[in-house]
């Protein structure tokens, strides 16, 4: 039996359900993380919590409960509940249940949901695998940094993407500069053997693997730079990748109708993918 966490209840996923006046489900009012479990640890669990407080300070929803270390107690409780080794565990945060009306009333106390999955251990040889990823307009709002719910431009791109046989959409800003993926942050390496993925600011949202690739490319003495790249500088690029706490690092090897190189997941791709194999091992909860 899937077991999710409600507002305080452990309880069978089929029978957990919120409010329908929760502002979450009527307003996208909530913000979320989602945390890749490897070797039944949350993979740079820390990180993903300082985004969630920052999400939650920036949108003034109040803190869902006591401490940090309570809530990493509910979230341990759901793998373990759940005998997850690998996989993912989801968490939500709404500002809470209120009839529908736009103004938020204050007061309110949030609502709090948790699922947990399985997948298949992280195993580099697979991860190697290239992907095609499609263009499209990046029709978000513009404050992408911020983790919400709010969701439908990326679920219509990943759709659309998919229906095209595409793994993941790379998004485009008005004037042909990729912003990041639907659900993911986007990398190109240049033929100078530079790691370029856009800088952080209200258009993108600060991706928690994009933030451990910079660390480990910087350990391990690789070459980036946080700039903007283009659509054409991608498609012409060396090597292209795209991070996310659920596709981790996944090389991409066809940008619409072109190849990257030659087609193939390239040496440096290889290479952050080893690095970031070892790392999610040693992870912390
Ligand atoms: N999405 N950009 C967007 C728009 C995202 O939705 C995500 C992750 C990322 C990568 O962030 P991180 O490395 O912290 O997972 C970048 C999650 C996985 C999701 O919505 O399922």
Same mark, same amino acid.
Request: charged share 25%; hydrophobic share 40%.
């Given at each position: 039996?899937?077991?999710?966490?409600?507002?305080?209840?452990?309880?069978?996923?089929?029978?957990?359900?919120?409010?329908?006046?929760?502002?979450?489900?009527? /307003?996208?009012?909530?913000?979320?993380?989602?945390?890749?479990?490897?070797?039944?640890?949350?993979?740079?669990?820390?990180?993903?919590?300082?985004?969630?407080?920052?999400?939650?300070?920036?949108?003034?929803?109040?803190?869902?409960?006591?401490?940090?270390?309570?809530?990493?107690?509910?979230?341990?409780?759901?793998?373990?509940?759940? $005998?997850?080794?690998?996989?993912?565990?989801? %968490? *939500?945060?709404?500002?809470?249940?209120?009839?529908?009306? /736009?103004?938020?009333?204050?007061?309110?106390?949030?609502?709090?949901?948790?699922?947990?999955?399985?997948? *298949?251990? /992280?195993?580099?040889?697979? @991860?190697?695998?290239?992907?095609?990823?499609?263009?499209?307009?990046?029709?978000?709002?513009? $404050?992408?940094?911020?983790?919400?719910?709010?969701?439908?431009?990326?679920?219509?791109?990943?759709?659309?993407?998919?229906?095209?046989?595409?793994?993941?959409?790379? %998004?485009?800003?008005?004037?042909?500069?990729?912003?990041?993926?639907?659900?993911?942050?986007?990398?190109?390496?240049?033929?100078?053997?530079?790691?370029?993925?856009?800088?952080?600011?209200?258009?993108?949202?600060?991706?928690?693997?994009?933030?451990?690739?910079?660390?480990?490319?910087? *350990?391990?003495?690789?070459?980036?730079?946080? $700039?903007?790249?283009?659509?054409?500088?991608?498609?012409?690029?060396?090597?292209?990748?795209?991070?996310?706490?659920?596709?981790?690092?996944?090389?991409?090897?066809?940008?619409?109708?072109? @190849?990257? @190189?030659?087609?193939?997941?390239?040496?440096?791709?290889?290479?952050?993918?080893?690095?970031?194999?070892?790392?999610?091992?040693?992870?912390?909860?």
């Amino acid at each position: 039996m899937t077991t999710a966490y409600v507002n305080g209840r452990y309880i069978a996923q089929r029978d957990a359900a919120v409010h329908i006046n929760d502002r979450g489900f009527q /307003f996208a009012d909530a913000v979320y993380e989602v945390f890749a479990v490897q070797d039944g640890k949350l993979v740079d669990v820390e990180a993903h919590l300082d985004r969630l407080d920052r999400s939650l300070s920036e949108l003034s929803i109040p803190q869902p409960m006591s401490s940090r270390q309570a809530l990493k107690l509910v979230m341990r409780e759901v793998l373990r509940r759940n $005998r997850i080794e690998y996989g993912g565990l989801y %968490l *939500q945060v709404t500002r809470g249940v209120a009839p529908r009306d /736009f103004p938020d009333p204050g007061g309110l106390e949030p609502t709090v949901v948790m699922t947990a999955w399985r997948t *298949q251990p /992280f195993d580099a040889e697979t @991860a190697m695998r290239g992907a095609k990823v499609v263009s499209a307009p990046d029709i978000r709002w513009k $404050r992408c940094d911020i983790k919400t719910v709010q969701l439908l431009a990326g679920v219509l791109a990943k759709t659309d993407a998919h229906a095209r046989g595409a793994a993941e959409a790379w %998004l485009l800003d008005e004037t042909g500069f990729v912003t990041e993926g639907s659900a993911s942050n986007a990398w190109i390496v240049t033929y100078d053997n530079e790691l370029i993925t856009r800088h952080t600011d209200t258009a993108i949202l600060g991706g928690i693997t994009r933030q451990t690739v910079l660390k480990l490319a910087a *350990q391990n003495g690789l070459t980036y730079i946080e $700039r903007p790249f283009s659509l054409e500088e991608a498609k012409a690029a060396r090597e292209a990748f795209t991070t996310s706490s659920t596709m981790m690092v996944r090389p991409v090897v066809q940008i619409d109708d072109t @190849a990257i @190189a030659n087609g193939e997941t390239g040496a440096f791709t290889r290479q952050i993918i080893e690095l970031y194999g070892a790392y999610m091992r040693g992870g912390t909860i």
